[in-house]
DNA sequence: TTGAAAGCGATACCAC
DNA sequence: GTGGTATCGCTTTCAA
């Protein structure tokens, strides 16, 4: 190499640090690292040598041996147009990224779209040479990457109780527990017949909240089949169901729907059929979005802390990178109850 | 995919390939990264070992010696939560995608949220070797970032022609030609009294956008300044500055916003005060966001390619990327009037 | 067309 | 504490 001082960029190796600083490659090595065992002269001399000369570790070189890339990635298999119009996601990166401060560990986004999308993803992490490990919020739990990817060894730990016997490590809601408390609410007040709007039948969300209403209409001796109709938790199907909760059950007096927007579908389906929020039947949510709190009246809601969930999922991931023999295990946030007008708050 | 060999997963290397197709790792090399000189028979056996074996190429090794990550980044420096509001970015990603099919280049989000975010990126992405190259959606242009990486030699292309003398490859649309398109269309129909609320003094695309409008006020002889008043894009303000317009010259009998939302705030201003869209006061605004076309009355609008800006964008870093001595140069994307009733249309 | 061998730039083991 | 050196897994001359 030339005979200057001139530091060009990305041109210095540690060898020109360590040359600079007068000590070994070695010594030179675990001053960066910050390795113990470095005499503190040593230390700020390879410190001062690195600086003026603007070195910046190879990251290949250095992965090639520790085999860590210090990247962390976060998957959604989403359309870009919902995923962009989905307010969970910002407050999931920043709860990650919040997870991540001081750490030294980059955020990578990665978005696949299509199939082939997904395939070529499932090549570069699999690798394990791109990340340390990955984060998937899949909201359709149904999609085999991350199994895949746990089977070859990467770290992995998703968003959503998966279908099926996966053995991989999850973060989820309690969901049968929040639809429970939202149910006995519902009891507590003096409502007898209680129905739900749940969600889909292959999602685990919708099981999880349609099992705990269950289990508070059982424990209370008030359970029957005729008060349950499913939605696929949009305002719509919402609307349609307490169309055809109302046909069929024309004395219930209460409503618990496994999603803020099917409580607002049904809220609508009730006005037009002449009863009273909450004054006739009352009704409860689940998700406790922004549009809950605006709703007119305003509508109780099961709230689940989706900050919580992300820093929840990074700090799994990262001791899953720290220590590859952990087994996968399942952790379930605890939801709180938000009581609103529309439930006689 | 039955019993057999059990592929121990990522333990394979390229050696192991080599040694089952009973070829040399040079051979095995070429015919993995498909380099001519290997003949049909030596290509067909490594192809077989590597999948028998589950083999992946180690990225760091690979990157040791090519230099090249086979990783895109695409940097948007915003507040998550303006980003996900934005239904900009789902088809600026998906126009990146687009240009990235078939090529094998993964495509990577950085969406650094603070200074420390942006220093701890700068270098991640200033050492080179995580990817070959950034696109950056700057919404306010003064980012240093990417200057600062097109320093140290990493290509880097903006989006939005960058405030001040910066030496760096942009792609933007061609926003004076649109505003004075837009004008242009409003002196056409007959209207002599053209005001305009332009955009802040700060921002580019505001600066570019009246200037074009001078423009065509000037060449018309009708320019005069007591016609203008600027906004930050916002409807509200759009709606302040539509008063104060009113207050100043009552006679106006058009007005050209610098956005869409500006222009939905003016064409409340007015409303309120009496004026009919287009009959008394024609109005154009700028962008051709579906706000536009479902306002009442529709809006006419300037539109621009955000799909080809982000193809362009791509194109031209793929470009640099091949070609590393590549100077700096500006690309200005052609802008088309859509007229509706707003105008007269 | 093929193979042997020289790096790429770090880390980490092992003497000293 | 420090320094020599093997090593990580791949690409790429250079000869054969």
Chains 1, 2 share one sequence.
Do not use: C
Not at 71 to 81: A, H, Y
Not at 167 to 176: A, K
Request: hydrophobic share 45%; aromatic share 4%; glycine share 8%.
């Amino acid at each position: 190499m030339a005979a200057g001082t001139q530091p060009v960029a990305g041109k210095a190796r540690l060898e020109d640090v360590a040359r600079l600083a007068r000590v070994s490659r070695s010594t030179a090595s675990r001053a960066i690292t910050g390795a113990p065992g470095v005499s503190e002269e040593a230390r700020a001399a390879v410190e001062r040598a690195a600086r003026q000369l603007n070195y910046r570790p190879n990251r290949a070189a250095r992965s090639l041996v520790t085999r860590r890339t210090d990247l962390i990635g976060l998957v959604i298999p989403e359309p870009t147009s919902r995923l962009f119009g989905d307010p969970h996601f910002p407050r999931l990166i920043r709860g990650v990224n919040e997870e991540l401060a001081g750490k030294d560990l980059q955020l990578v986004l990665f978005t696949p779209q299509s199939e082939q999308d997904e395939r070529r993803l499932e090549g570069h992490l699999g690798s394990g040479q791109i990340v340390d490990g990955a984060l998937f919020v899949s909201l359709h739990g149904a999609d085999p990457l991350p199994a895949r990817l746990a089977a070859q060894g990467v770290p992995v730990v998703v968003s959503g109780r998966p279908l099926g016997a996966v053995e991989i490590t999850y973060v989820d809601v309690d969901n049968q527990r929040g639809a429970a408390v939202a149910a006995r609410h519902l009891l507590a007040a003096g409502r007898r017949v209680v129905a739900t709007i749940a969600g889909p039948r292959d999602m685990v969300a919708g099981q999880d909240r349609r099992a705990g209403y269950r289990q508070a209409m059982s424990d209370a001796g008030l359970l029957d089949r005729t008060l349950e109709e499913a939605g696929d938790f949009t305002r719509e199907s919402g609307y349609a169901a307490m169309r055809a909760l109302l046909a069929r059950r024309p004395d219930l007096d209460a409503v618990f729907a496994a999603s803020d927007q099917m409580a607002l579908g049904a809220m609508r389906a009730l006005r037009e059929a002449g009863r009273r929020v909450p004054e006739d039947v009352a009704v409860v949510g689940f998700d406790d979005s922004p549009a809950a709190a605006a709703a007119e009246p305003p509508l109780s809601s099961v709230r689940w802390p989706l900050d919580e969930m992300a820093r929840e999922m990074t700090r799994l991931l990262l001791r899953a990178i720290e220590d590859r023999s952990l087994p996968p295990r399942g952790v379930l946030l605890a939801t709180r109850l938000v009581p609103r007008a529309s439930s006689g708050a």
